[in-house]
């Protein structure tokens, strides 16, 4: 049973450049998050995503952005890079958004650097 | 803001010994979850406490849940070099979700 994949594992970017970031989640699951890690800190949650439609929102400009395919699968969307957005980015998945005892699962990342 | 803060921020013990971490949380939970990453890896899955268990084992871990005082902790008996890694707890204060973590308490196993 494979679990939540992410690709690419590494990338680099230039500054004001656009990146996409792509996650299928484990088997059976409908509902893939995406998280910013940066270095020394806990993961910040981005959006979520469940039946195609973005659902919840963090704390994240318009310039983040993502969608979700049919078949669960979903891309993250970066445009106009940051230094700042370097950071490790976490992929989760759950069955449906997760309500009490759902356990959601993550990815191994995506690194991106902005140089 | 973070909802969870995990204390200490980094710990460092022997092989054998005993670890132990924890973490305050700020609003009402259903559950919370703890979280072990590698370093520059993902996210593994540890376990899971509903807000209405004291205490759950899962091997060599066994995770407390207060929810009085709001605050959980995560003991790892007889440690090994492999535990080496940084430990998070999260919540999911909106149930929808979306987790909010703390910044981690950095373990390191010396063999």
């Known amino acids: 049973d494979a679990g939540v994949t992410q690709s690419p594992t590494h990338l680099i970017k230039t500054r004001g450049q656009q990146v996409t970031l792509r996650c299928s989640p484990k088997s059976g699951h409908d509902t893939v998050s995406w998280y910013q890690q940066a270095l020394g800190q806990g993961p910040q949650f981005i959006f979520q995503?469940?039946?195609?439609?973005?659902?919840q929102r963090g704390n994240f400009p318009d310039r983040f952005s993502g969608h979700q395919f049919p078949n669960y699968s979903s891309e993250l969307n970066v445009n106009a890079l940051l230094l700042g957005d370097s950071a490790l980015y976490l992929c989760a998945s759950s069955l449906r958004p997760a309500s009490s005892g759902n356990t959601i699962y993550f990815g191994e990342g995506s690194w991106l650097t902005v140089v | 803001s973070q909802q969870g803060e995990e204390d200490p921020q980094a710990l460092s013990i022997q092989e054998g010994e005993n670890a132990t971490m924890n973490c305050s949380y700020k609003t009402s939970i259903n559950n919370l979850q703890w979280y072990r990453q590698n370093s520059g890896r993902g996210l593994v899955h540890l376990i899971l406490?509903?807000?209405?268990?004291r205490e759950k084992h899962s091997g060599r871990l066994r995770v407390t849940l207060d929810t009085s005082k709001k605050s959980s902790s995560l003991l790892i008996t007889a440690s090994r070099a492999a535990d080496t890694a940084s430990y998070f707890c999260?919540?999911?204060?909106?149930?929808?979700?979306?987790?909010?973590f703390g910044q981690g308490t950095e373990l390191s196993v010396k063999p």
């Open positions: 995503y469940y039946e195609e439609e973005e659902r």
């Open positions: 406490i509903r807000s209405n268990e």
């Open positions: 999260a919540t999911d204060p909106s149930q929808g979700g979306k987790l909010i």
